[in-house]
């Protein structure tokens, strides 16, 4: 065989796998990404200051990256905040207060075992979390979260 056969040969052997490692690391990185939409505020310096203190884990489920400014997700996706949510009006969903936080319950989305979601209020921006495990308690989440959530202020909503 000609000498220039066999290099050619070899640079295209040598292109597919450099493309092939690159799709497979591609894949091995974004994989560990959740895919969260971002809020309308979520770049917002309140936001940035609440991100920057979330905690690792939250009811033992570790933190993983999102694809989204102003998100945060633990576990499988179980557990995902987006901050810079609007605001909520008054409302006759549950509001509670959890370790000075106040959160209110989007009661129609948790009927017929839906994620419970639950949004603070009387803070802006605002921030929402989902839980979609069932198996963990959204009183806990929210506990574990709300060292984070005080970095923006309760302003004068507050739950009666």
């Not at 993983?64 to 102003?70: L, M, P």
């Not at 839980?131 to 929210?142: A, N, Q, T, Y």
Request: aromatic share 4%.
């Amino acid at each position: 065989m000609p000498p220039s056969f066999n290099k050619r040969r070899f640079i295209t052997g040598g292109a597919v796998i450099t493309l092939l490692l690159t799709v497979v690391l591609f894949l091995v990185f974004a994989a560990g990404n959740e895919s969260v939409t971002a809020a309308p505020d979520g770049r917002s310096e309140e936001c940035a200051s609440v991100v920057s203190e979330l905690p690792r884990s939250v009811m033992g489920k570790e933190k993983r990256e999102t694809t989204a400014v102003g998100t945060a997700a633990w576990g499988d996706g179980g557990i995902v905040l987006r901050c810079g949510v609007t605001p909520l009006n008054p409302t006759i969903n549950l509001c509670m207060t959890v370790d000075g936080v106040d959160w209110v319950l989007d009661e129609a989305k948790a009927k017929n075992g839906g994620p419970r979601t639950l949004t603070t209020y009387g803070r802006h921006p605002a921030i929402e979390v989902t839980v979609k495990d069932s198996d963990l308690s959204p009183g806990g989440v929210l506990v574990d979260l709300n060292r984070a959530v005080k970095q923006i202020p309760q302003g004068d909503h507050k739950c009666l």
